[in-house]
């Protein structure tokens, strides 16, 4: 079990919501998890705790395909935010086009945090997925 | 007596117009009459001391002459050596009464006049010989008393006779060759006798050795006191020249020949880029006649930009001497007609290896272009469809992915759950994800109904009457949210449209209108119509929330894509709209500023079905 202090969890599909936070439940203790529709809430919620000096959420559970700001967006104004945490953010979706890998490995390449590529469906959540230092182990 | 005897005498010698003087044995002169001593310019007082034999002394043989008692002419120069005059003297013997010859009688002419002009005749027959062999250029002479035919050295020669042969009139014209040659000298000679009529014709002849030979003979004759007494004519060789010139003729037949049935346009232009040859095709494609064409520079032919281009490459290809091959270029005529070429433009050199002009090959590729053009165009479709397609495999594939992920995980869930209140949860989410997986198979299944229906009759629709039942079907809804509607579309306009697209365009853009309304303003959505270029546009305009189109222009009629907070957003309508649209031919458009509004204009196609 391992305890985070935030999560957040961006996507406008009630169910996957529903499923990532049930299956949270059995690996992570967490008293602040936080809900987002769509890009644009998430990221103005982190831009927020960012310039407020707040706890930045160690875990973000993204989806790529959302309405106002997608999961590529929100990830490009993050990077832009220049948060020295590193941060877990694993990308979740059922698209299954290659350009969306493709994208998801330029970003991975100039993105400061940890960046994990999740296909649907998913049954589990390892702790490998709410660790960062995997190299530490 | 005597005296007075003497002194008519010397009256009368004095006198004499001819120059003439009396000389004794010794030479010494006895007396001369005034015009001799003008002659040789000796004054009068001294005319004892002049001595004969000093006077004449470079005349040969003087002395014995007349020491012989002969009477005999001379012809002698008098003066210095540079200035002189010709002179011809007669000496007689002078005899007493007794007949005893006591000297000599000379009486001198001056002849200069007349060696002159012998000399004049030398000289130019001399030149004519010389001309007639150098030029080889003979000449004939027929004397018609005599019927003498007279042929110099060189129309013996040209005749291949001996210097020796002497001919006559018909053997003359027996060398010309039988047939027309012969029948045409034979009627011109006589011709030139009977009406006087000069000729100058090119014949052939057949030479002595049997060698036929291109001649051109000409004829005058020649009248004295209304007689014609003469034909004079000349005889010249020209066989070379004639079979050069046949040669050249016959080149430029073949020259002629192919650049006129070359299916490409040719042209040759001088330095200043005037046109100094033009083939066939080229007087076919400007419409003019060569003489037309010849002399002008493409200024006066084509649109000025494409002769202004033209003349650049002309001179390109002059000053670098570098041909240009197989350019594309585009002409346009004066009337607007354009023309795709394959151009080439070679340096034209003379003879002395300058630059004097250049050749122009162009081809015709409009027929090639057009089919190229066709055919990307084609390949354009082809692909704009293979992308749509593409895309829209994409979509299915994401959407049913998403629901069948969702399925798995929660039954997965169900399956671990004991909890009863948990498992009842999760059914319901389960029952929840089914209705969404309907509702995505209908939607799909619209757009692939729009695509494969394309048999779907258009019919004339009165957009205005089409609104209004459209918005009675919504009266609910609109009232609902207390909208105001706009009808100010043409009452009588008409539209070639299928019916139910036209229902799912309108419903789709004027429940958009409302789905994005500001919250700051009661909705109020305005519909008109224009025409532009024969295209029907009906636009549909709000005052809602509007769409940053700088973001998300390229993403407002895509799929699944809504982009704001909205709870009926579903983002599917406008991709049925674009599809309907696109169906029947059309487009659709979009205007938006954020917070002011947003305008739909849909394009109507009349043209196609």
């Known amino acids: 079990m391992k305890k985070l202090s935030s999560i957040f969890i961006v996507d406008d599909d009630p169910i996957t919501v529903f499923g990532i936070k049930r299956m949270l439940k059995p690996v992570a203790i967490c008293d602040d998890i936080q809900i987002f529709q769509n890009g644009k809430e998430a990221f103005d919620a982190l831009s927020e705790r960012h310039t407020s000096g707040k706890e930045i959420p160690a875990v973000i559970f993204l989806d790529i395909n959302m309405p106002i700001m997608d999961g590529w967006d929100f990830l490009k104004e993050m990077i832009d935010l220049d948060i020295h945490e590193r941060v877990i953010i694993n990308m979740i979706t059922s698209s299954i086009d290659p350009s969306d890998y493709q994208r998801w490995n330029d970003f991975k390449e100039r993105c400061p945090h940890q960046l994990n590529f999740k296909n649907k469906p998913i049954f589990k959540i390892e702790v490998s997925d709410l660790d960062g230092f995997h190299m530490a182990s | ?609």
Request: proline letters at 2%; a neutral charge.
């Open chain 2, 1 to 609: 007596m005597k005296a007075v005897e003497r002194i008519e005498q010397h009256f009368l010698l004095r006198q004499l117009p001819q120059a003439t003087v009396l000389v004794g044995l010794d030479g010494y002169v006895i007396d001369a009459s005034d015009s001799w001593l003008a002659l040789f310019g000796i004054p009068s007082k001294r005319i004892m001391e002049v001595n004969i034999f000093n006077l004449l002394e470079k005349v040969d043989g003087l002395k014995e002459n007349i020491a012989a008692n002969k009477t005999y002419s001379f012809r002698h120069k008098c003066g210095s050596e540079n200035e002189f005059i010709w002179l011809e003297s007669i000496i007689t013997p002078w005899y007493d009464e007794r007949e005893n010859i006591v000297g000599s009688i000379i009486q001198s002419n001056d002849i200069s006049r007349e060696a002159e002009k012998e000399l004049e005749i030398d000289r130019i027959h001399s030149i004519l010989k010389t001309k007639s062999e150098v030029a080889h250029v003979g000449y004939w002479e027929f004397d018609v008393q005599t019927e003498n035919l007279f042929w110099c050295d060189e129309t013996k020669k040209i005749h291949q006779v001996p210097l020796s042969f002497e001919p006559n009139v018909n053997e003359a014209i027996n060398f010309y060759k039988p047939g027309y040659s012969r029948n045409k000298i034979s009627m011109l000679f006589h011709k030139a006798i009977e009406e006087r009529s000069p000729f100058n014709e090119r014949l052939t002849i057949i030479t002595k050795n049997g060698e036929e030979k291109w001649i051109q003979s000409a004829g005058k004759a020649i009248v004295k006191n209304g007689e014609v007494v003469k034909v004079f004519g000349t005889f010249q060789d020209i066989h070379d020249q004639v079979m050069a010139e046949t040669k050249i003729m016959e080149n430029e037949q073949l020259l002629t020949t192919l650049i006129d049935n070359l299916p490409l346009n040719v042209f040759v232009k001088d330095l200043d880029s005037r046109k100094i040859l033009v083939n066939k095709s080229e007087c076919e494609y400007l419409e003019k006649s060569p003489k037309e064409l010849i002399g002008k520079t493409d200024y006066d032919l084509y649109d000025e930009e494409v002769a202004k281009i033209s003349r650049e490459e002309d001179l390109e290809v002059l000053k670098s001497l570098k041909p240009i091959l197989g350019k594309e270029t585009i002409s346009i005529k004066k009337d607007g007609t354009a023309t795709n070429f394959l151009t080439s433009k070679i340096p034209l050199f003379d003879l002395n290896n300058k630059v004097s002009g250049l050749i122009g090959i162009s081809m015709d590729i409009s027929s090639i272009k057009k089919k190229e053009d066709q055919l990307r165009n084609l390949i354009n479709l082809t692909s704009i469809q293979n992308k749509k397609l593409i895309n829209f495999a994409h979509i299915v594939s994401h959407n049913l992915r998403s629901h069948s992920a969702n399925f798995s995980m929660l039954l997965q869930f169900l399956k671990a759950e004991d909890n009863e209140r948990e498992r009842e949860h999760i059914i319901n989410m389960l029952t929840q994800a089914s209705d969404n997986l309907l509702e995505t198979l209908e939607n799909l299944n619209q757009v692939v109904d729009i695509n494969t229906n394309i048999n779907l009759k258009k019919e004339p629709i009165n957009i205005y009457d089409h609104i209004i039942k459209v918005r009675h079907g919504l009266t609910a809804f609109l009232e609902k949210n207390q909208v105001l509607i706009k009808n100010k579309v043409d009452q009588k306009l008409v539209v070639k449209s299928i019916p139910a697209y036209m229902d799912s365009i309108i419903m789709n853009l004027l429940t958009n209108a409302v789905k994005y309304r500001s919250p700051e303003r009661k909705p109020i959505i305005t519909l008109t119509t224009k025409k532009v270029d024969n295209k029907i546009i009906l636009s549909v305009s709000d005052n809602g929330l509007g769409i940053d189109l700088e973001r998300y222009g390229d993403k407002i009629f895509g799929m699944y894509k809504t982009f704001h907070n909205n709870k009926d957003a579903k983002g599917f309508g406008l991709y049925l709209v674009r599809n309907q649209i696109e169906a029947m031919g059309g487009k659709i458009t979009v205007n938006s500023e954020v917070d002011k509004g947003t305008t739909f204009n849909v394009y109507f196609n009349e043209k196609t079905k």
